[in-house]
């Protein structure tokens, strides 16, 4: 090598140290997933200048990999879909835990066209590099380059293999403490929001309500006779109903919308934004609805029939506050344990004098 070529060599090295510093020095800068994609993005673009590219990552739910970020043609089609392990060269990265360099997948078995029909894009080099994080495979960056595009070299999979290093790490832990959060706002075993989740969330969103002047209300609901289930079943089938409940509630919610919480017990409450007093009391009975047509404990070899008491309180009709929202709520759904079970009930006008009641909904 020339002394010309070499300088040019020694530069580009240096070049790309510094920006591989840089890149480390910005992916530890936060623990949020979203800032680190997006900073993923970033380099990737800037760096390696691809046609199309991808960061897939796995759904730890449904054991399928899902296209996290999709950049260039028909990239808005791709963020729909999902890819099993195995499946395509990306699937194949995944599944093997080693990286492909194919400069002509026309040759390549793996290669997998669907998306390129869903896309309507027409691949002909692909570097896929996995996302690898204490010996596990956390997802795949894929650069994607078409016909007139050249192909992607070993310096390309030298940088883009530095990319995923750093990325990886710093996915793992924005996932990591997203977990941690999760678990300080989260019942362990209904997997519906804390108590403590709803005071803070209750603030909030009152305070918001009371600036926009958009509505806001609260259900509370208590199964009745619960205790008759833990006697009759033990305390294990017992908790499991409780765990069935939680998945019905928040099976009930808009997505997006809807926060259902374990208050306590068997006592739960939904929190339901943007909504007035006759949509919280639609979604009331649909809830009481659901708890008549559902049998508990199917899997278990049992068939255990549940209803719940329910209390509706709208801000501001009901309450001047958070707290006094809770306690609106509650007195209402004691109001309908008290007029036979199995009902709902709405909470009374708040007035100076006056907090919480419970009024009857001809529901049934």
Same mark, same amino acid.
């Given at each position: ?179 941690? %959060? /999760? ?8 997997? &519906?929001?804390?108590? $403590?989740?709803?005071?803070? #969330?209750? =603030? ?72 007035? %007093? /006759? ?8 809830? &009481?609805?659901?708890? $008549?047509?559902?049998?508990? #404990?199917? =899997? ?65």
């Amino acid at each position: 090598m020339n002394p010309a070529d070499l300088l040019s060599a020694m530069k580009r090295t240096v070049e790309q140290l510094a920006a591989y510093n840089e890149m480390a020095k910005a992916l530890t800068s936060t623990l949020e997933l979203r800032e680190v994609l997006a900073l993923v993005m970033q380099k990737v673009s800037s760096l390696l200048l691809p046609r199309n590219w991808s960061l897939i990552l796995l759904d730890e739910r449904t054991g399928k990999l899902s296209f996290e970020i999709a950049v260039g043609e028909g990239a808005g089609v791709l963020k729909g879909l999902q890819l099993n392990p195995g499946e395509g060269i990306a699937g194949a990265v995944f599944s093997s835990g080693v990286a492909r360099l194919v400069h002509d997948v026309g040759g390549d078995p793996s290669f997998s066209p669907r998306f390129d029909e869903a896309s309507a894009f027409h691949t002909r080099s692909i570097l896929a590099v996995p996302l690898l994080s204490r010996g596990h495979v956390l997802g795949v960056i894929e650069l994607v380059n078409g016909p007139t595009d050249p192909p992607f070299s070993n310096d390309d999979l030298t940088t883009l293999t530095a990319i995923a290093d750093y990325a990886a790490i710093a996915i793992e832990n924005a996932r990591n403490f997203r977990r941690v %959060q /999760e678990l300080t706002i989260t019942d362990e075993h209904t997997g &519906c929001y804390n108590a $403590r989740h709803l005071r803070a #969330l209750l =603030d909030t969103e009152v305070k918001r309500s009371a600036r926009f002047r958009h509505p806001l209300s609260l259900v509370f609901l208590d199964l009745d006779h619960f205790k008759s289930v833990n006697d009759r079943h033990g305390h294990l089938m017992g908790s499991a109903t409780l765990k069935e409940v939680g998945d019905l509630l928040m099976a009930q919610g808009r997505n997006g919308l809807d926060a259902v919480f374990r208050y306590g017990g068997d006592e739960f409450a939904i929190l339901l934004v943007e909504t007035d %007093q /006759e949509g919280a009391t639609q979604i009331a009975q649909r809830v &009481c609805d659901a708890f $008549r047509g559902r049998s508990f #404990l199917v =899997d278990h070899g049992l068939d255990v029939r549940v209803t719940a008491s329910v209390g509706v309180a709208t801000f501001p009709e009901h309450a001047t506050s958070a707290v006094d929202l809770i306690r609106s709520a509650d007195f209402a759904m004691y109001a309908a344990k008290a007029r036979g079970r199995d009902g709902i009930c709405v909470a009374e006008p708040s007035s100076p004098d006056t907090s919480g009641g419970g009024s009857d909904v001809p529901v049934r």
